[in-house]
Nanobody, 127 residues
Framework: QVQLVESGGGLVQAGGSLRLSCAAS????????MGWFRQAPGKEREFVAA????????YYRDSVKGRFTISRDSAKNTVYLQMNSLKPEDTAVYSC????????????????????WGQGTQVTVSS
């Protein structure tokens, strides 16, 4: 059974930094794509970043490029999201997701492409 557990959220001032962690268990994730999504109050969940666990290729939404970095530590089965230069508009619940190897029309930018989800962690950026 796959489990994803996020941690590292909190309250930070604009311009500050946070590092989110997603501890994964229950599978060998070497062929998985791991993603981070976020959902602000009253808004739909949106893609933030993703990483191909085996090759390390990374993908970002435009608004976080240059500020956020996704990475993984295979020894710890953990995916990270380093968030720098945070803005109030980054305030949201951030969730980790895992996409197993499969043939699918959904791209890694779409939440329907992912099979497993964590419970989420709140990030609040004050102005």
């Amino acid at each position: 059974q796959v489990q994803l557990v996020e941690s590292g959220g909190g309250l930070v001032q604009a311009g500050g930094s946070l590092r989110l962690s997603c501890a994964a268990s229950g599978r060998t994730f070497s062929s998985y794509v791991m993603g981070w999504f976020r959902q602000a109050p009253g808004k739909e969940r949106e893609f933030v970043a993703a990483i191909n666990w085996s090759g390390g290729s990374t993908y970002y939404r435009d608004s976080v490029k240059g500020r956020f970095t996704i990475s993984r530590d295979s020894a710890k089965n953990t995916v990270y999201l380093q968030m720098n230069s945070l803005k109030p508009e980054d305030t949201a619940v951030y969730s980790c997701a895992a996409r197993r190897p499969k043939v699918s029309s959904a791209t890694l930018y779409e939440e329907r492409a992912y099979d497993y989800w964590g419970q989420g962690t709140q990030v609040t950026v004050s102005s």
